[in-house]
């Protein structure tokens, strides 16, 4: 794991941070894919930290595919954005239309029991704040710390082409947002802030220039 800013970590895990999950205190945000839950847990055990709680900033597989293995091994409760409770606990991943099947094979994961259901202006530790930023799916969540405005914005935006792995910031799957529109205003929301570091979802972490690009975006 990597230090991003004070008490917050990074755990890239694919290739050129492909797919992250991140640390705040003494909570883990998102969790990966399946494979991944196991290897967060197990860094975690190397490093000595014990986890409070488990953050998820949005119900799909490849942030909450891992959340089954962290509640086993790390017996902590899972917390997530109130509209994305019943598909986190589920593992069905809602989805209409041709893309349907895709979506669901994609997206599916082992449902795990959520403890809290987050809102707006929720303080989660570490100086971080929840913000509701749905879009991706209707109980996205990103965190914000004022202090020293990190923001760590789940797929609000992508900072990679999940393709080529090339980096720059970038929209999630047109056919996996279920509000493309209302992730629009979103990415707005959070431009707004002013952010000095980003962590994303998937893609390198953004601290130089990180308000100047995301504005630039937004315009
Ligand atoms: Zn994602």
Redesign the pocket.
């Known amino acids: 794991m990597e230090q991003i800013a004070d008490d917050v970590f990074q755990f890239p895990m694919l290739l050129r941070q492909g ?1 992250n999950a991140y640390l705040i205190g003494d909570v883990l945000v998102d969790a990966g894919g399946p494979p991944f839950g196991r290897r967060i847990a197990q860094e975690l055990r190397v490093e000595e930290r014990a986890l409070s709680a488990h953050i998820v900033t949005h119900a ?1 597989g ?2 909450a595919g891992g959340s089954h293995s962290i509640v086993e091994e790390c017996k902590v409760p899972v917390w997530a954005g109130a509209a994305d409770v019943a598909v986190l606990e589920s593992g069905n991943v809602e989805a209409t239309g041709l893309l349907a099947p895709v979506m669901r094979l994609m997206g599916g994961f082992e449902g795990v029991p959520v403890r809290r259901a987050l809102h707006d202006g929720d303080e989660v530790g570490a100086g971080f704040v929840v913000l509701e930023t749905p879009g991706r799916t209707p109980g996205h969540i990103a965190l914000w710390r004022e202090r020293d405005r990190v923001l760590l914005c789940g ?1 609000v935006w992508l900072n990679m082409d999940m393709k080529t792995t090339r980096r720059g910031l970038r929209d ?1 799957a047109r056919a996996q947002t279920i509000d493309r529109e209302a992730n629009r205003r979103s990415q707005a929301r959070l431009a707004a802030l002013q952010p000095a570091v980003v962590g994303f ?2 893609g390198p972490v953004l601290d130089k220039d990180a308000a100047g690009r995301l504005a630039g975006w937004v315009a």
């Open positions: 797919v799909r490849d942030h797929d999630p979802g998937h």
